[in-house]
């Protein structure tokens, strides 16, 4: 049982980070600048946040 928990897991986190991503990935670049992010960092910070390092 411990198998499905954690393919579970791993399709939550999958499913956050890509949402997350996309979320930056959507600000315009004045927003992204205002919260002092590059749209272009879209992937590394959504994988920061949701998988840590």
């Given at each position: ?23 930056i990935?959507?600000?315009?670049r ?7 992010i590059y749209p ?13 390092e």
């Open positions: 049982m411990a198998i499905i928990e954690k393919l579970r897991t791993a399709a939550r986190k999958r499913r956050a980070y890509i949402r997350t991503r996309d979320e990935a959507r600000l315009s004045s927003e992204a600048l205002d919260l002092g272009e960092d879209a992937a590394r910070i959504a994988h920061k946040a949701v998988y840590g």
